[in-house]
């Protein structure tokens, strides 16, 4: 029986052993093919990398010969700045291009490029190679370790490109990746170290595609005909799995949803309009103009419901009836699966690349296809936009389009900057002294705190984070992260709801005590802090579970813009605000009215001298009753026609400095 290996046998066992399944890779590398009596034929091997070393970094510029077979090896590491000594035309053919960078590039050759060597395309995150004619030939390690040392430096990742080999089963033609080349060339894509081939040769037309009178117009009316008629294209089919489609300018294409095994489904259409269905996380989906793609939810739920086809029409030449307004590219795309889709957890996806939107307002909108004149809707959509791209994600199945209209510019330039500027001072200035008052409360009174003044304290903690929130609302916009926008979305509005409460709270103790009850209401105060900070919770909630909150943009008159998180629906934003505030207006107005009455009613005892001190007592008893209660904040009830200007700056000015 052997005996066990120490720690450090064991270790030299495992390098051993990589040294040799290093060795035999690189020997297959360098073996063409083996004959019959097992000896291996001469093949050169040009190694290449997508990075330009810098001049830390030594390969031999002229050939390397391995004496033991006569193979030679030719490192041709310099892009495309210059080939190596090495890339003579007797010993190598180094007629390829790259083109990206060390993560995301290109490889450009063809057949004959090949004829002489193999390639090894070098992939390393970290190049720091030393790899010098004196280290190969050291005859004291051998031929084979003395390359394994020189490359295993740089954690170096192969892709071996032969002949015979590389890309005859696994490549896919594609039109825009082979502008400008051959039918012989070939394009290896390397994404991330995940390599895909792209052969420049037309396949050979199989499916013709079902043509039909090519005067037929381009309309909305035509456009629901051919949708609804999708399924008698199937018996044309036969065996065919799928099909494009052409209809005039009309294009797309069919195809059969399997009954069991469902899969992600990805049709894309071109700059040339060729509609092409792709596989699943083809690189070959970047190239694409148009894209859709339909989840495997989306086919089982289909299936399920008897539908048994996916089909995608792009319709050109459609325009929308608004004079303002107009389709991106005067196109309506169609989407059917046999059977109605909605409600989908994971959405279909319709991405429209290079978007030229010419100061626009992009929005995403649907159409159900009924009624003589279409009414194009946001629900069920949403619009998601990226540089110069813009993806609609749907949750249901009919006729899309993305809206280009004017942005509104319903606030002048000047009015905007002032707003702004007020807000920002109005609002420190407010959280100074909010947060002076609250640390003189836990200072000094907290212990001795009245109930009246408790309920002033939690409306000051509600204004102070209401006024936070608001400062640092656009900061968050501005980055970009859909998940960030809408927690302070939702933070800010459960401020601003927290604060509209205790104004209502405010009114509810006023009225209390009017009559004298707080001292006969058991766990008083509980209650009032319960129903302060919860009842904006309830709201809140069901806005995030309803998926209102989002990024929204405010547009002046001079075409720029500023980003908000906010309540992304206008209609869910005047009906719950508005009306939450409306309620709270009402009761807190009419308690105002009240203590007004007591004041006034109330006659001072001495002369006239203490009548104009009570005058102005009264007048800032008043005053503060006003800020106490959030009367003030009415003024967003005249946000309308020509006193829109005037309620905002009367709105912002006495309300950022409420605090």
Known sequence: IMPPLDRKHRWMFVVEISILFFGIFLKNSICESSGTNGMCRQKNLLFVSAKHPDSSFHFPSEVVYREDNGSKLCFSVQGNKTH???????????????????????????????????????????????????????????????????????????????????????????????????????????????????????????????????????SLENAVIIMNNLSSYLEQMGNCSSRSITLGNIKGVITKLHPRNQANINIGITTSRD???????????????????????????????????????????????????????????????????????????????????????????????????????????????????????????????????????NISAS?????????????????FFLAAALFMHCLIRKTKASQATKILINLFVAMFTLNLSFLINESIANLGNFGACVVMAAVMH?????????????????????????????????????????????????????????????YTNDGNSAKMCWISDAVVHQGVNVGYYA??????????????????????????????????TNSFSILGLLLLLGITWAFAFFSHGPLLIASYYMFTILNSFQG
């Not at 949403?382 to 899309?400: A, G, P, R, V």
């Open 583 to 616: 309620i709270v207006f009402v009761f807190t107005f009419c308690i105002f009215i009240l203590i007004v009455r007591q004041i006034i009613h109330f006659k001072p005892t001495a002369g006239k001298a203490q009548d104009i001190s009570s005058v102005k």
């Open 275 to 409: 509609v092409k269905i792709l596989e699943d996380n083809s690189d070959l989906i970047m190239y694409c103009s148009r894209l859709v793609q339909m989840p495997k939810e989306a086919s089982d739920m289909a299936v399920k419901r008897n539908g048994s086809f996916a089909g995608v029409v792009f319709f050109p030449g459609i325009h929308q009836g608004d004079p303002n307004s107009y389709f991106l590219d005067n196109e309506v795309v169609g989407i059917k699966m046999g059977s109605e889709i909605s409600n989908l957890s994971h959405t279909i996806d319709i991405h429209f690349r290079n978007v030229d939107k010419n100061g626009k307002i992009a929005s995403c909108k649907s159409w159900d296809g009924k009624g003589k004149e279409p009414i194009w809707v946001t629900d069920g959509c949403q619009t998601k936009e990226t540089n110069d791209s813009i993806t609609c994600q749907c949750s249901h199945l009919t006729f899309f389009a993305i809206l280009l209209s004017p942005p509104p510019g």
């Open 494 to 554: 459960y401020t601003m709801l927290a604060t509209i409460t205790w104004f209502f709270m405010e009114a509810l103790h006023l009225y209390f005590n009017l009559w004298k009850l707080p001292s006969e209401i058991k766990h008083y105060m509980m209650k009032i802090c319960v129903t302060g900070w919860v009842t904006p919770t309830v709201v809140v909630i069901a806005l995030l579970a309803a998926g209102k909150y989002d990024n929204l943009v405010i």
């Open 84 to 218: 190596a000594g090495c890339c003579r035309k007797e010993d190598f053919n180094c007629s390829f291009e790259i083109r990206g960078s060390e993560n995301n590039y290109s490889l450009t050759l063809n057949n004959e490029t090949l004829s002489k060597q193999d390639i090894i395309l070098m992939s390393a995150p970290e190049q720091n190679f030393q790899c010098m004619p004196s280290m190969f030939y050291n005859k004291n390690s051998g031929f084979l370790l003395n390359i394994h040392n020189c490359l295993n430096k740089g954690k170096v990742k192969y892709f071996r490109l032969s002949q015979n080999s590389f890309c005859e089963k696994t490549s896919t033609y594609n039109e825009e990746a082979c502008k400008g080349l051959e039918e012989s060339h070939y394009k290896v894509i390397v994404v991330t170290d995940k390599k895909h081939c792209v052969s420049c040769k037309p396949p050979e037309s199989t499916s013709p595609p079902l043509e039909e009178n090519n005067d037929i117009s381009t």
């Open 415 to 431: 009015d905007f900057r002032s707003l702004t500027y007020i807000t920002s001072i109005g609002c420190g200035l407010s959280m």
